[in-house]
Nanobody
Framework: QVQLVESGGGLVQAGGSLRLSCAAS????????MGWYRQAPGKQRELVAA???????NYADSVKGRFTISRDNAKNTVYLQMNSLKPEDTAVYYC??????????WGQGTQVTVSS
């Protein structure tokens, strides 16, 4: 069994910053790509950022230049540094990891609220 646990969400004013973390634990052999998705009320879940095991990254156009994804393979952890936050960034943020032998796995989500 494996588990992804997110932390770091909260309430912040527009222009502020937050850092999300997601740690994978359990019977993990290896982790391939990891990523962050978000879902705002009434909208579909969308990819925010992803990072491969080798460190290659890609971002949604809406967050380029403001968000940075990184990972610590020794800790099985992925991070999302979010700067210059906007009210439209308000959503539940979900961690996703492609775990060898388990396939795609999801965290429980963490709420990010940006006030104007």
């Amino acid at each position: 069994q494996v588990q992804l646990v997110e932390s770091g969400g909260g309430l912040v004013q527009a222009g502020g910053s937050l850092r999300l973390s997601c740690a994978a634990s359990g019977s993990i052999f290896s982790i391939n790509a990891m990523g962050w998705y978000r879902q705002a009320p009434g909208k579909q879940r969308e990819l925010v950022a992803a990072i491969t095991s080798g460190g290659s990254t890609n971002y949604a156009d809406s967050v380029k230049g403001r968000f940075t994804i990184s990972r610590d393979n020794a800790k099985n952890t992925v991070y999302l540094q979010m700067n210059s936050l906007k009210p439209e960034d308000t959503a539940v943020y979900y961690c996703n990891a492609d775990l060898t032998g388990w396939g795609p796995s999801w965290g429980q989500g963490t709420q990010v609220t940006v006030s104007s």
